[in-house]
């Protein structure tokens, strides 16, 4: 038998290149692969049925006139850019493969097509799952078998990280090459997610959608809901022209630029929102000392080229306390994290991992709030 698996997604923007095929090697993971990236800028989604249920397809400008007379006549969208890629492989089941599955394992491929299918288990899955197995016959039992097969095997097939992975190289050649600063990296979260359609013989087998964090999936608000309080003092903010404070403000633009993939711009912000709270704590106490704006400036550009001497004899001169010397777990983080990405980013290419880049703004954050509590 022939499995393949689709991975598709539609851009958030337009590639102005022509409907073809780019093949495109990428370094995933330490690897080198070469994926064939179907681009496509005529597709149209189009409302249909699948398994009783609305769902939507995607089909050529030249396809719909094909369609049958109930999705030609349904709602038709012209999408952005859309990529695709396909793996295919051949596999044939062998007895030995089936006898080679436990019972307890097609149980577990049968809860599955229980809750696909959206079957009343009277509130007890594994139970009624187990009834239910007991009632199938040979054949029956062999045909589950061949699913947990053909689920393992499509599940190897499925890559949806490599497959962004390479979206996001040819985005960064093609912006490069075309003088296109319109277009960005991509995530699973400014994508809402990749479309993976699973074929057996060229009949869907199953078809989900492999998605990041929940809020830009979501249509209805997802935070907690704001207290009338909360609600007031924000409505005076707006209409008081309050000044927001830009050392949050600028810890939420970190976050945002993970959030696009954008960890080197995310590193740079947040090392630079620690050395402007730093250096605001010391212009704020100092000031508050007496000090002049003027003998201010002095103080500060004695420690301008040395970051370690302004946390440590600088913020103690003015608050009291030293990130260095009353908060050595933490200065030791951050200066370690600042030596490793903030000074390398500045020198290099080095791209960042999404990892490494989240738990560096979280440990800044937390110093951030130690200085702003002295």
């Not at 306390?321 to 200065?331: A, G, M, Q």
């Amino acid at each position: 038998m022939e499995l393949k698996v689709i991975h598709s997604v539609e851009l958030p923007f337009i590639l102005n290149l022509h409907n073809d095929v780019y093949n495109t090697q990428v370094n995933f993971k330490g690897s080198i692969y070469n994926l064939e990236l179907n681009i496509s800028n005529t597709k149209y989604k189009v409302m249909t049925k699948y398994q009783g249920k609305d769902a939507y397809i995607e089909v050529e400008e030249d396809e719909i006139s094909s369609l049958d007379e109930d999705e030609r006549s349904n709602y038709r969208e012209k999408l952005r850019t859309y990529i695709s890629w396909e793996e295919k492989k051949l596999f044939n089941v062998t007895k030995e493969m089936l006898d080679n599955i436990s019972e307890e394992v097609k149980v577990d491929k049968l809860k599955s097509i229980i809750l696909y299918n959206e079957i009343d288990y009277e509130n007890n899955l594994t139970d009624f799952s187990q009834a239910m197995y007991t009632l199938f016959n040979d054949e029956e039992k062999e045909e589950l078998g061949y699913s947990v097969l053909i689920d393992t095997q499509l599940s190897g097939l499925s890559n949806s990280d490599l497959f962004l992975s390479a979206i996001n190289q040819l985005i960064k050649a093609y912006s490069v090459f075309r003088n296109d600063f319109f277009v960005e990296k991509c995530t699973l979260h400014t994508l809402r997610g990749i479309q993976v359609t699973q074929f057996v013989d060229n009949i869907q087998w199953q078809g989900f959608k492999r998605i990041g964090k929940l809020p830009p999936i979501i249509n209805k608000p997802w935070l907690p809901d704001i207290s009338q309080q909360e609600l007031t003092d924000f409505k005076n903010i707006l209409q008081n022209g309050v000044e927001i404070d830009p050392l949050k403000s600028l810890v939420i633009v970190s976050k945002n630029l993970l959030e696009k993939g954008e960890t080197r711009s995310a590193i740079i912000n947040i090392s630079a929102v620690l050395e402007y709270s730093v250096e605001r704590k010391i212009r704020t106490k100092l000031l508050a000392k007496g000090k002049t704006a003027q003998s201010i400036e002095s103080i500060l550009n004695a420690t301008k080229l040395n970051f370690k001497d302004r946390c440590n004899k600088t913020l103690k001169r003015a608050t009291g306390k030293s990130l260095v010397t009353d908060y050595p777990t933490e200065w030791s983080t951050v200066d370690t994290l600042r030596k490793k990405f903030r000074h390398l980013i500045a020198h290099s290419v080095l791209e960042p991992t999404y990892t490494d880049t989240e738990n560096m703004i979280e440990e800044f954050e937390k110093v951030i709030a130690i200085v702003e509590s002295l």
